[in-house]
C-alpha cells in the first residue's frame, strides 16, 4: 500500500459518530454529499480546510456512538487518507476497514502529534512519522488480507474482484 501523507486535523476523545457525520445529513448515501458535512459539528473549518491526503487524530474512543457506516464514509470521502487514534470503538474499526479507510491505533503517537503536522504513515509497516517534529512512532501495522481489502477500496470490492 502507497504511504499516506499529510497535514494533521487533531481531537479528543469520544469522538463519535454523530459529530462525524451529523443524524441530519444521513438521509443521503452519497459520498460526495456526506463529505461536505463531515466534522461539521466539532470542527466548521474542517470540509474548508482538509486536503486530499491529510489525517485526523483522535485519542481514546474515536468513532463511538452509533454503527452507522456514514461516518468512516464521510471521512474518507473529504480525503481523509487514514485515522490515528489511542482507541477506536469496535464497530467503526469494523465498518472502516469494510469501506477501505486506513485506521491505526498508536497512543505514542497520538500523544506527540499536535494539530497541523505534518505526518506520513507507511500501512505496510505501521510506521508514523511526525516530519513537523522528526519523531517517529510504531503503529499496528494492518495484516496482508486488511491491506489487500483497503487497496480494493473495501470489503465488497475485495469480493467482487476475487
Same mark, same amino acid.
Given at each position: ?13 469520544n469522538?463519535?459518530?454523530?459529530v ?5 445529513y ?24 482538509? /486536503?486530499?491526503g ?7 474512543? +474515536?468513532g463511538?456512538g452509533?454503527?452507522r457506516?456514514?461516518? #468512516?464514509?464521510?471521512? /474518507? ?24 479507510? #486506513?485506521?491505526?491505533?498508536? #497512543? ?11 505526518v506520513?504513515v507507511? +500501512?505496510?509497516?505501521?510506521m508514523?512519522?511526525n /516530519? ?29 474482484? /476475487?
Amino acid at each position: 500500500m502507497e504511504n499516506a501523507v499529510g497535514t494533521v486535523f487533531k481531537y479528543g476523545d469520544n469522538v463519535d459518530t454523530d459529530v462525524i457525520i451529523p443524524a441530519r445529513y444521513l438521509n443521503s448515501s452519497d459520498p460526495a454529499e456526506l463529505a461536505m458535512h463531515c466534522m461539521e459539528d466539532i470542527d466548521t473549518e474542517f470540509v474548508k480546510n482538509v /486536503k486530499k491526503g491529510d489525517i485526523i487524530v483522535g485519542e481514546k474512543n +474515536f468513532g463511538c456512538g452509533s454503527s452507522r457506516e456514514h461516518a #468512516p464514509i464521510a471521512i /474518507k470521502a473529504a480525503g481523509v487518507s487514514c485515522v490515528i487514534a489511542e482507541t477506536f470503538a469496535r464497530i467503526f474499526y469494523r465498518n472502516a476497514i469494510n469501506i477501505g479507510l #486506513p485506521i491505526i491505533e498508536c #497512543p505514542q503517537a497520538v500523544a506527540n502529534i499536535d494539530n497541523g503536522d505534518e505526518v506520513e504513515v507507511n +500501512f505496510d509497516t505501521g510506521m508514523i512519522y511526525n /516530519k513537523t517534529k522528526g519523531t517517529e512512532f510504531k503503529g499496528q501495522a494492518f495484516p496482508p488480507f486488511m491491506q489487500k481489502i483497503i487497496a480494493a477500496q473495501g470489503l465488497v470490492n475485495y469480493i467482487n474482484n /476475487k
